[in-house]
């Protein structure tokens, strides 16, 4: 017998469980007015994200999937990617987005039932939210040949979660982004559950990471309650995309602190005390006593951050609640660039339908 | 100038787009040294390199996704799927993604794609090589399914495929790619889509068809002719969105409709023109619409494949029937 096949895969992390930073601060994320950065945007998110949740309950949101305990995932991405970057996301990646230029009214203007929060801003190339999971790889994929192919020094970012990495395209994508060297970082952001169904049921494959070898891509796993480790894995992947189309797949480990979405009741599946255990490793606690630990943060500023949170937060509500609605015929108006003559009396007949309704 | 298969006029429209256009890009498998399975794409590799004419590995949605980034990106993708029956892994990415991304994003992004694939039976081909399921994409609101007939609209037909800013669905009836020759000169020019194509006047009888059934029909207005019955023949091209303005002029003149395609009937597209002519035309029928179309069966294999599809005796049935409706 001889053995023609061999692999291993990497655990990145800087900041332990204990706040203890292993080593020096990683290139990338050496500068203490980013870590700080870092660490506001976490918190912004958190507060935003709580509140997200308050108006879901009192009917004026629709369904939201929080993103409480996986700050750092996001948040750290968000950080890495540079400006032309392609951004390509899945449906909690808001701590991202808000890096990416995009308003917080309009994440809630999206979740909130109207297309308009897909608009982002008219330069934006990056992709809105993939609501069925696991088909945006591929156009990750097909961002990343275009670049290529017009010989641009930028790469593109794909995230999932831990359960779209057992769909078909999730594979497909990462076959040919081996297979023809894209220049593509594809994040599983693996917070153990799909819904109900734990990471061990999903697969029986020792890591995700290591999904990446049947490719032909490197695979490695990184502490996803450690923004430093994240922030620094996904910009050097990023930046062997963009120089050598060498394709990453990083597994960002965090835990789901929350129900999958609003519609959901984890407690209906979720063991007990697991959640508790694991808010251990939580992010945003991490990184405050390392900051109060390196003099860069204390109380003061904690609450004046607070503060100023809760007041941005509120102006975004009052902003997205404020937003006129979308006339009834904008359901047709972007459907084609040019809507067909056929469909203009379907048109019509909504415009009526809407007098009669109201009228 | 030498007469060209409806194949050819594929491959010739191919490479008068690509020369003119540096974002019209190929891919799909075998489209490269192979020129695809049907030589489609012949020739195309040597001209316009491996970057604009791309072998992808051998899995169908991941074509249509990667086309969607690169439309998304502002290329002009134009993906070819093997035959008809193996697009279904590549439906959800073209229902849920390439028809929805404009809509999705209020204009933002959008998808100007053209999915290519042969389609239909009579090629003597195996199992599912010969499905015509143009109705599951008609239904798609975002899509347009546009059906060539002949070398020259095929020709015609794709450049304005290709230059149009949303997802086409490009369905070549294979039984017609070798079929007939005919002069189609590589001028560039574009026939509009969104329009039907009436290739025969007459006042009797409407015969509405496309596709494949093209050649069946016309076959059965030339004997309708020796017969006295002035048959008007309307190709459809494009399926949708649908051109019923067309058919309804000419059923007010004629009367009387008889409807072909090699498609299974229930829930065809016919089903469809039938009904808005029901709702639209009534009074200027003289007979009930007629269907003549593939069985509700599976299409078969390929010794019994030649009763599955609809003939010109069939046709010529129905005609009567709507001629002698009393």
Known sequence: MNVVAKFEIPYYQCLDESSILHGNLPDSVKDTKQLVKLYRLMVLLRIFDTKAIALQRTGKLGTYPSTRGQEAVFVGMGAALANDDVFVPYYRDVGTLIQRGVKLSDILLYWGGDERGNCYHKDSEDFPYSVPVGSQPLHGA???????IRGEKRAVLVTCGDGASSQGDFYEALNVAGAWKLPIVFVVSNNQWAISVPRSAQSASQTIAQKAVAAGIEGEQVDGNDVIAVCDRVTLALKKAREKNEPVLLEILSYRQSDHTTADDASRYEPQGIREKEWLKEPIGRMRKYLEAAKLWDEEKEKALQAECSVDVEGVVKE????????????FDSLYAKLPDIYLEQREQLIQKEIVAHG | MADITLVEAITQALAYEMRKDKDVVILGEDV????GVFRATLGLLNEFGPERVRDTPLAESMIAGLAIGMAAQGLKPVAEFQFMGFIYPAYDQIVNHAARIRNRTRGRLSCPVVFRTPYGAGIHAPEHHSESTEAIFAHIPGLRVVVPSSPARA????????????????????????WAKQEVPDDGKAL????????RVGTDVTLVTWGAMVKETLAAADTLAKQGISAEVIDVATIKPLDIETILASVEKT?????IHEAARSCGVGADISAQIAERGLMF?????????????I???ARLEKLYIPNEKQILAAVTNVMEFA
Do not use: H
């Open chain 1, 320 to 331: 997205y609640l404020n937003t006129p609605p979308q006339s009834p015929e904008s359901m």
């Open chain 2, 255 to 259: 009367g009387r409709c008889v409807i």
């Open chain 2, 299 to 301: 299409v078969p294999y």
């Open chain 2, 32 to 35: 490269g040294k192979d020129g």
């Open chain 2, 192 to 199: 509009p889509l969104d329009v039907c194509f009436t290739l």
């Open chain 1, 142 to 148: 097909g961002i990343a040949t275009a670049l290529k």
């Open chain 2, 155 to 178: 020709y015609g037909l794709l450049l304005a495929s290709i230059r149009d800013p949303d997802p086409v669905i490009f369905l070549e009836p294979s039984r017609l790619y070798r």
């Open chain 2, 285 to 297: 029928l003289q007979a009930p619409v007629q269907r003549v179309t593939g069985y509700d069966t």
